[in-house]
């Protein structure tokens, strides 16, 4: 089993940068592939971006690639989603979570795939 907690999160202008840390605890961090999630007030959790066990592969959902970036150090046990030129529609509650199997398909897009999540940190995007 492992732990994770979010932090990182606050307000923002549009165009602003903000850089999102999970950290983990309990079973070893490099046995888990990665996952981002958000959810906005009224709207379902969607995906964000997701990262391997080792960190050499990353996915991203289409509303963010090119501005996101998903990044691990499995030695500090933490994952990290750095966050540039935010949009208002960015705002939401994000969420980490753990999946202990090995990424098949476009598995890692589906939040029934992660087994353990943090409880959110909060991003706001002011217009």
């Known amino acids: 089993q492992v732990q994770l907690v979010e932090s990182g999160g606050g307000l923002v202008q549009a165009g602003g940068s903000l850089r999102l840390s999970c950290a983990a605890s309990g079973r070893t961090f490099s046995s888990y592939a990665m996952g981002w999630f958000r959810q906005a007030p009224g709207k379902e959790r969607e995906f964000v971006a997701a990262i391997t066990r080792s960190g050499t592969i990353t996915f991203y959902a289409d509303s963010v690639k090119g501005r996101f970036a998903v990044s691990r150090d499995n030695a500090k046990s933490t994952v990290y989603l750095q966050m540039n030129s935010l949009k208002p529609e960015d705002t939401a509650v994000y969420y980490c979570?753990?999946?202990?199997?090995?990424?098949?398909?476009?598995?890692?897009?589906?939040?029934?795939?992660?087994?353990?999540w943090g409880q959110g940190t909060q991003v706001t995007v002011s217009s």
């Open positions: 979570a753990a999946d202990p199997r090995i990424f098949t398909g476009v598995a890692y897009r589906e939040s029934y795939e992660y087994d353990y």
